[in-house]
């Protein structure tokens, strides 16, 4: 028996294939059993205008068998076959793809399903045994032929026997290693588990005699013992183990509900209902099906670097990957789901997709249905869209803020921040169409919590005018907003901004003229505070407490807070103000001593005033028992 060779670059190429083109062996499955659905799809195709086929849609079936004892592996199909030629040609070649060339001869569109085209699928089946055999008989011949090999050194072709058209991969399997168990390939819910992800599906049953338990029936005439242990037994059930059908290609009109959600928990591993789904069939410059689940609670790990963002992509039916990243925008990252295409290009593997185009269409049109998904859930059914809102509204406020802010446009109507009217969730146009004619900024306050900033002096002037706040006490929210700048034309103000815009132009002046007046004192405090504070100043924002802490420039003392929280040696400092409310009675205080020349006194009042800034901040202080000393000495 000679054996051949194969070709010098096809040896260089089965080399690669066994040992880098894929990076799970267990691909190998998928790659055989996409072969057989090619095989049975050919024959079908013959079938609906040859009579003599003699078989229907139904007696089509892909078989799977394993031999523990022998370590081997056995992928059976009753497709069209392979003639001597063919298997020359087909296994001979590497990368000599069958299927691309009955496609092109009987001029298919994508709807035939037949899924093998680069001819390289085959020997992934090397990744996991020492020796491969193939038993096929060609429809209408009659001759069926034997092509072995045990990888690069070659192979042979012998005649063989064979009832029916179809053919047989015989898989004997390597021994295993310290690394890599080929054995977990024989287990029969390993076997069924690699076909639920990979080949689910495929449009032919996929079969598999499976051995189960039960309890040996008590024999007729015979009183169970119900003391003594029961006895089992083994019993072989041929199960099919592929779905067939994706629940995506099926008409909405075919499916309730529960469908939905029953195929969101097995295939996500969720056990918590979505918030919502959309089934999506689109045509035009982007054809795909498409499944998407909006969860109910983020994942564990969601907001870590541990989560991988994606959808799972298939091909034809057919899962591509398990995560393709490039289909969600990070903002949606959260998505669940799958997209099924055929027009994709698909790498020599098909376990990575080649970064066309198309891809990019896909993921664009998959972002808008996201995009207005959320929409109609805020307007339709807000209760659903707050829940949304408190597990992944984090990840659109950062989607403002990354990318320099170049989708804030297709993000920011779905923004929700606490008011400070009933303490409850608004959105950004909510707040503009609430505003009053004579209102001329969005008014935002920082903070840990609504309750906290509720208390924060800051606060007191925009409220004595009526006028509503929004609560940021996300980390992210003061450097969301600044990236906004603006929404509809308003401008955000914060409530520690030094033109409020609230002021009487009497009121400037007045203020004007009392720094004026005590412009020896304010220096006096300035020089006390001189390595915390760039200046001190008179408030025109301040009502019933003495003193507050505000920032000049574009880091609010928020934002210091946040970046300094980061692990970097570089600490942020914002140009802190110190605001005197000239109305209280501790500015009065002040004055006194400053008329006694006392200073030193009056540097000491300076640190306490700081320091009791600093807190109402929610800051901490620098030395507390210093702080205290001062309190303590100055009663």
Request: aromatic letters at 10%.
């Amino acid at each position: 028996m000679e054996t051949k060779q194969f070709k010098a670059e096809s040896k260089r190429l089965l080399e690669m294939m066994i040992h880098s083109i894929y990076t799970h062996k267990e691909i190998f499955l998928r790659e055989l059993i996409s072969n057989a659905s090619d095989a049975i799809d050919k024959l079908y195709f013959r079938s609906l205008t040859d009579d003599k086929v003699g078989l229907s849609k139904e007696d089509f079936v892909i078989r799977i068998s394993a031999d523990k004892d022998n370590r081997t592996l056995k992928i059976t199909d009753n497709g069209i076959g392979m003639t001597e030629e063919e298997l020359e040609n087909n296994l001979g070649t590497i990368a000599n793809s069958g299927s691309l060339k009955f496609k092109s001869e009987n001029k298919l569109d994508d709807d035939s399903q037949i899924i093998g085209q680069f001819g390289v699928g085959f020997y992934s089946a090397f990744m996991v045994a020492k020796k491969v055999t193939v038993v096929s008989k060609a429809y209408g011949s009659d001759k069926a032929y034997m092509w072995e090999s045990e990888g690069v050194d070659g192979y042979t072709i012998t005649e063989a026997d064979k009832d029916s058209a179809g053919t047989e991969i015989t898989l004997e399997l390597l021994e295993d290693t310290e690394d890599e168990n080929y054995s977990e390939f024989l287990d029969q819910y390993r076997i069924r588990s690699l076909v639920k992800k990979y080949s689910d599906y495929i449009r032919f049953p996929v079969k598999m005699e499976m051995t189960h338990s039960r309890p040996k029936p008590v024999p007729e005439g015979e009183k169970a013992d119900e003391n003594a242990a029961p006895e089992y037994e083994d019993y072989i059930e041929d199960e099919t183990l592929n779905s067939m059908v994706p629940l995506w290609k099926k008409n909405k009109n075919e499916l309730k509900e529960e469908d939905y959600k029953h195929f969101y928990a097995e295939k996500f591993f969720d056990y918590n209902e979505p918030l919502k789904y959309a089934h999506v069939k689109n045509e035009g410059t982007a054809n795909y099906n498409a499944l998407l689940y909006i969860p109910s609670k983020a994942p564990f790990d969601f907001y870590s670097k541990e989560y991988e963002k994606g959808l799972q992509l298939y091909s034809n039916g057919v899962l591509i990957m398990d995560k393709c990243a490039d289909l969600l925008p990070d903002y949606f990252s959260f998505v669940k789901g799958l997209v099924d295409s055929e027009d994709l290009s698909l790498n020599i593997s098909r376990e990575m997709l080649q970064h066309d185009r198309q891809l990019k269409v896909i993921a664009k049109s998959i972002e808008k249905t996201i995009s207005n998904e959320l929409k109609k859930m805020l307007k339709n059914e807000r209760e659903k869209y707050e829940e949304f809102w408190k597990a992944f509204g984090l990840q659109l406020k950062y989607g403002i803020y990354s990318d320099y802010g170049m989708n804030k446009e297709k993000l920011q109507d779905l923004l929700m921040f606490t008011s400070s009217n009933e303490k409850k969730l608004v959105t950004l146009d909510e707040y503009v169409t609430g505003m009053r004619e004579e209102q001329k900024f969005i008014y935002y306050a920082t903070g840990e919590t609504a309750e906290k900033i509720e208390m924060l002096p800051q606060t007191e002037l925009v409220k004595d005018n009526g006028f509503e706040i929004l609560y940021l006490t996300d980390n992210i929210d003061e450097f969301a907003i600044k990236t906004l700048r603006s929404y509809k034309d308003k401008e955000f103000k914060s409530v520690s901004a030094d033109d409020l815009g609230l002021e009487s132009s009497e009121k400037q002046e007045e203020i004007k003229a009392k720094e004026e007046e005590n412009s020896g004192l304010l220096k006096t405090l300035a020089d006390a505070l001189s390595d915390k504070v760039s200046k001190v100043i008179l408030s025109h924002r301040l009502k019933s407490h003495p003193v507050c802490l505000t920032s000049e420039g574009e880091i609010s003392l928020e934002m210091e807070k946040v970046l300094n929280a980061m692990p970097t040696d570089q600490k942020i400092k914002a140009q802190r103000v110190l605001e005197l409310n000239p109305e209280h009675e501790i500015f009065a205080k002040l004055k006194a001593i400053d008329s006694a020349g006392d200073k030193d006194k009056l540097g000491k009042y300076a640190q306490l005033l700081y320091n009791q800034a600093l807190l109402i901040e929610g800051m901490s202080i620098e030395n507390p028992v210093e702080f205290s000393n001062l309190i303590c000495e100055l009663m």
